[in-house]
């Protein structure tokens, strides 16, 4: 039982490339969401999805785009990277809202020269 | 906008002494939750406890919640070595399907040997 998994878990990517980040969970949940984290700053929403084929906006949703075609993969898109978007990137599934959990891939470094 | 906010930010223990963590939070919840960050990794689920309840343990963890003040704690006793990680709080305000958690920024926790 994998859990989440997030690939990559590192990646460099120059102003203005576009690139996608993978998440894929084994558990049947329902829910998923992709943070970022930054020093000082905890860890922020960016986009969520309760089911799928649903995507919806965090708190932080700006640069980035998602799709849940999959129930079980939830992808993060960034369509033209910028340094600010240099972070850790966690994604996170659970089974119901309220009552459970959550459950974090081990994360993806991304670093935006 | 981050709900919870842990105190003090960082903490530094010897082992077999107990740790506790505090978290404030501003606004009802239907749950409060505890997760721990080791270097480098993912976010791991300590526990849940609901709105209506004050008290839970789990192992050498114990919770606490006052939804009268607003507040949790989180206590380890008899810390090791290896509970040296971040913990972070996370608040559920469940709005119904769309709730979503909400961090804090952390307590950095070191347990010297």
């Known amino acids: 039982n994998a859990g989440v998994t997030q690939t990559p878990k590192f990646r460099v990517l120059k102003t203005g490339q576009s690139m996608t980040l993978l998440c894929a969970q084994d558990?049947?949940?329902?829910?998923m969401y992709w943070y970022r984290q930054d020093p000082g700053m905890g860890l922020r929403l960016i986009h969520y999805?309760?089911?799928?084929?649903?995507?919806a906006k965090g708190e932080v949703p700006d640069g980035y785009n998602v799709s849940r075609l999959k129930k079980q993969n939830f992808l993060l898109g960034l369509e033209s990277a910028a340094p600010s978007q240099t972070s850790v990137y966690f994604c996170?599934?659970?089974?119901?809202?309220?009552?459970?959990?959550?459950?974090f891939g081990s994360g993806t470094r991304l670093t935006v020269v | 906008s981050q709900q919870g906010e842990e105190d003090p930010q960082a903490l530094s223990i010897q082992e077999g002494e107990n740790a506790t963590m505090n978290c404030s939070y501003k606004?009802?919840?239907?749950?409060l939750q505890w997760y721990r960050q080791n270097s480098g990794r993912g976010l791991v689920h300590l526990i849940l406890?609901?709105?209506?309840?004050r008290e839970k343990h789990s192992g050498r963890l114990r919770v606490t919640l006052d939804t009268s003040k607003k507040s949790s704690s989180l206590l380890i006793t008899a810390s090791r070595a290896a509970d040296t990680a971040s913990y972070f709080c996370?608040?559920?305000?469940?709005?119904?399907?769309?709730?979503?958690?909400?961090f804090g920024k952390g307590i950095t926790l070191s347990v010297r040997p």
């Open positions: 996170a599934s659970s089974y119901s809202q309220g009552h459970y959990g959550y459950t």
């Open positions: 558990m049947n949940h329902e829910y």
């Open positions: 999805s309760v089911g799928e084929g649903t995507t």
């Open positions: 606004t009802s919840i239907n749950n």
């Open positions: 406890i609901r709105s209506n309840e």
């Open positions: 996370a608040t559920d305000p469940y709005t119904g399907a769309n709730s979503k958690l909400t």
